[in-house]
């Protein structure tokens, strides 16, 4: 994983999470640690952060759950895009 891209979504995610604990793994949605309008808000700032597109198909919990996951989304689509 790229040390940056986890910095980058540890802090954000980090500034909107409700309780204090905060690992990468922490379920951020599971817990209730965040509302559900803060989805919204993540997949935006995904976009706008690592200049990506996230389709419709890549709206799935999985991919935001966590710190690690939101990283790992990212790195992917930023694999597969064009060179």
Known sequence: M???????VRQFIGEHVQ???LGDDHD?????SV????AVQLVMWV?????ITVHPTDL????FRTVNH???FVEARRAAAPA
């Open 70 to 72: 939101v990283v790992r």
């Open 19 to 21: 309780d204090g604990e």
């Open 2 to 8: 790229t040390d940056d891209i986890v910095k980058s």
């Open 35 to 38: 509302s559900s309008l803060f």
């Open 60 to 63: 799935d919990i999985e991919n």
């Open 28 to 32: 951020i949605f599971a817990t209730g």
């Open 47 to 51: 976009e706008r952060s690592f200049g």
